[in-house]
């Protein structure tokens, strides 16, 4: 079984830009987590899903992120306007319910210049 | 408010030696914890979990873990190192109430031929 698909792998782009990252979680997994990941800050959760409903989205750190999970098998994390300090490894992760282990995917690398 | 420290920001054995990754958390209500795994470039990979019941749980990669309920401790343990586990290895905590990780600051545990 395929575990969780992230795509970009790497990004790079430019001050100002939209960025997207995308999460295909594992097959017949309720639960979706969006975690962001900085050697200052270490490993941060930013907005998880339940059901495909937003749950706590207070991680999130400003409104220049957005997220969304408009089916069971896919979600998206945007930021917009992007910012260097944005600059970080995303992960999502899935569990088949809300309380159990969460899989990780490999992540995002965003670089923002 | 909940918590978990790994005092060690790395941990040095030799190969073929017992190691032990420190973990020590604090919640209120019964604690769910974990350990994990993130290789080089990688994502999160689950080790184990202890959500009640025997206080010595087995993993992945011949890793165990104890749960020590008086010194609100989780310590993971393999009794003979390899070279491949050296890796960065997070612990993370939840309340049964909360749905919410917290994770900590992570270890990296090197293992010298």
């Known amino acids: 079984d395929a575990g969780v698909i992230q795509s970009p792998r790497h990004e790079v782009t430019e001050m100002g830009q939209e960025v997207t990252l995308r999460c295909k979680p594992i097959?017949?997994?309720?639960?979706l987590f969006w975690y962001r990941q900085t050697m200052m800050r270490g490993l941060e959760l930013l907005i998880y899903?339940?059901?495909?409903?937003?749950?706590?989205d207070s991680g999130m750190p400003e409104d220049r992120f957005s997220a969304k999970m408009p089916n069971a098998s896919f979600s998206t994390l945007k930021i917009q306007p992007s910012e260097p300090r944005d600059s970080a490894v995303y992960f999502c992760?899935?569990?088949?319910?809300?309380?159990?282990?969460?899989?990780f995917g490999p992540g995002t690398r965003l670089t923002v210049l | 408010a909940q918590s978990v420290a790994q005092p060690e920001d790395q941990v040095n054995v030799a190969e073929g030696n017992p190691l032990t990754v420190k973990c020590t958390y604090s919640?209120?209500?019964?604690?769910?914890l974990f350990w994990y795994v993130q290789y080089p470039n990688r994502g999160l990979q689950f080790l184990l979990k202890?959500?009640?019941?025997d206080n010595l749980v087995k993993g992945s990669y011949g890793f165990e873990a104890e749960f020590n309920k008086s010194q609100t401790s989780f310590h993971l343990k393999k009794p003979s190192a390899l070279v491949s586990d050296s890796a960065l290895y997070f612990c993370?905590?939840?309340?049964?109430?909360?749905?919410?990780?917290?994770w900590g600051a992570g270890t990296k545990l090197i293992i010298k031929p």
């Open positions: 992760a899935s569990s088949p319910y809300i309380s159990d282990t969460q899989y």
């Open positions: 097959s017949g997994h309720n639960s």
């Open positions: 899903f339940n059901n495909n409903v937003p749950i706590d």
């Open positions: 919640v209120s209500g019964n604690p769910y």
């Open positions: 202890y959500i009640t019941g």
């Open positions: 993370a905590v939840r309340a049964d109430s909360n749905y919410q990780l917290i």
